[in-house]
């Protein structure tokens, strides 16, 4: 995999945070899925129905998931002139598709359960044998084998330290959710914050 000099081990953090991605096909399809991200490889499922259930083996795709974002107010800067901006985190991949069978299949679904809500796994009141069978035949399981891997942060690391500390501390007291998460990940990232 090449992948630009990215710790795997952030890999692995960025997507169990926001593991909700995006599945890009040459055809210019698009589905939005939850993911797990293990060792080089991506898994997920669908339905059936989607047109990307049908890729063929071995095809080039790529998976985008979103992180922290926010919009940031010129009134942040203490430099002038200055403009307002959207500071964001993103992994992009580039990989090649491959379907999966049945109990691989219902691996991923039972992983990814495990990571939402493990205390329904295997609950046979919610969803008995027969049912998660029926389940099995209108889903398909995937693996992307990533080839390529690109972290894109725009979080105004190339601003003058004054002004990312100004961005910092005003997202940390910010009153959004986006805010304060994209402040979490400046700072455990020790990126854009106006520390040295």
């Known amino acids: 995999m090449k992948n630009n000099e990215i710790d795997p081990l952030l890999i692995t953090e960025f997507i169990d945070r926001f593991g909700f991605g995006t599945l890009f096909s040459q055809d210019l399809q698009s589905t939005h899925l939850p993911l797990l991200y293990q060792n080089g490889v991506i898994t997920g499922h669908m339905a059936r129905s989607n047109g990307q259930a049908k890729l063929p083996n071995g095809e080039r795709v790529k998976v985008v998931f979103n992180g922290p974002h926010s919009y940031i107010s010129p009134t942040w800067y203490t430099s002038r002139p200055a403009v307002s901006t959207w500071n964001y ?23 990814l359960i495990s990571k939402y809500e493990p205390e329904i796994l295997g609950d046979q009141t919610l969803s008995d044998d027969a049912y998660i069978q029926k389940l099995l035949k209108a889903v398909c399981g995937f693996q992307i084998i990533i080839e390529e891997a690109q972290l894109i942060e725009k979080l105004g690391q190339h601003k003058k330290s004054i002004d990312q500390q100004g961005v910092f501390e005003a997202l940390i007291v910010a009153d959004t959710n986006n805010s304060r998460q994209l402040a979490n990940y400046m700072k455990g990232r020790g990126v854009g914050t106006g520390q040295l």
């Open 89 to 111: 985190a993103a992994l992009h991949f580039i990989g090649r598709y491959e379907a999966l069978n049945s109990s691989d299949t219902l691996a991923i679904i039972n992983a």
